[in-house]
């Protein structure tokens, strides 16, 4: 089966378990937002899907390939790209240069000028400032660095740790464009971890919430809207802060084939 599915996972730390018998599956052309409090196991579910962290139990099929204990350099190269929180783009090097190092485990395949260009056309700010080291660049461009830099390995699955940490609401906006695009026009699975619950609701397919390493709701954006399990486990009991999941009509999530830049 192409795609990522995630099945009875369990992870942790030392002698912490964090994941609970996690099931996840994201179909090509699909997006799936993971949502929930800090703690709630998020980044570690990543961590575990890509190879940065060996799980304790369950199994990760990338395309049908059982990759629970590969490597992470080998799960790269399979196809899952992982876009870590932080951005973690090489400051020093030019953006040209953190865009070579994205697709050294491809530099052989024929195609990676062809990949710099599709890059180069998703994210226009980078072609502006492709000379430039990565860390003169805004948070939003370093984000934008990063995702490019994931892309130039040709994945077929993209797993992203929150994307919109510490951005301006407009670039936001930019970024879930983006995602959506990458979703719709080259047909990738991706898996998003988030923490803003708007951003996440307006582009994903399917949402699973999570709370203390357990999937505690799963369903559409419609779905899980008013669903007082949501506000349970991200805001804690119910609150009514600007976290709500409440959305105004304006802001519902596009159709799939109007998304634009």
């Known amino acids: 089966m192409a795609?990522?599915?995630?099945?009875?996972?369990?992870?942790?730390?030392?002698?912490?378990?964090?994941?609970?018998?996690?099931?996840v599956d994201v179909a090509p052309g699909e997006l799936v937002a993971v949502i929930g409090?800090?703690?709630?196991?998020k980044s570690t579910?990543?961590?575990?899907?890509?190879?940065?962290?060996?799980?304790?139990?369950?199994?990760?099929?990338?395309?049908?390939?059982?990759?629970?204990t590969a490597s992470a350099e080998r799960i790269a190269a399979r196809g899952l790209a992982h876009v870590p929180e932080n951005r973690l783009?090489?400051?020093?090097?030019?953006?040209?240069?953190?865009?070579?190092?994205?697709?050294?485990?491809r530099r052989k395949d024929g195609h990676r000028a062809e990949r710099r260009r599709q890059v180069l056309e998703l994210f226009p700010r980078l072609a502006d400032r492709?000379?430039?080291?990565?860390?003169?660049?805004?948070?939003?461009?370093?984000?934008m660095l990063a995702m490019a830099r994931a892309l130039m390995a040709g994945?077929?699955?993209?797993?992203?740790?929150e994307p919109s940490l510490g951005l301006a609401?407009?670039?936001?906006?930019e970024i879930i464009t983006t995602l959506g695009r990458l979703r719709d026009d080259q047909n990738l699975a991706v898996l998003l971890v988030e923490q803003n619950v708007r951003a996440a609701f307006r582009v994903a397919d399917r949402v699973l919430v999570m709370d203390r390493g357990r999937v505690v709701a799963e369903g559409t954006p419609d779905q899980l809207a008013d669903d007082e399990r949501v506000r349970a486990a991200y805001l804690g009991g119910g609150s009514t802060s600007s976290g709500s999941v409440d959305r105004p009509a304006a802001e519902a999530r596009p159709a799939k084939a109007t998304a634009t830049p």
């Open 89 to 105: 783009v090489f400051p020093s090097l030019t953006v040209d240069d953190n865009l070579s190092l994205g697709g050294w485990t």
């Open 155 to 161: 994945p077929s699955v993209m797993v992203l740790d």
């Open 3 to 23: 795609g990522l599915q995630v099945q009875g996972l369990e992870a942790g730390y030392d002698r912490l378990q964090v994941l609970h018998g996690i099931d």
């Open 37 to 41: 409090a800090n703690g709630a196991g």
């Open 45 to 68: 579910l990543l961590r575990a899907v890509s190879g940065l962290l060996r799980p304790r139990a369950g199994r990760v099929l990338l395309n049908g390939e059982d990759i629970t």
């Open 169 to 173: 609401p407009r670039v936001v906006g």
């Open 130 to 143: 492709i000379c430039l080291p990565a860390g003169a660049l805004s948070g939003g461009e370093q984000q």
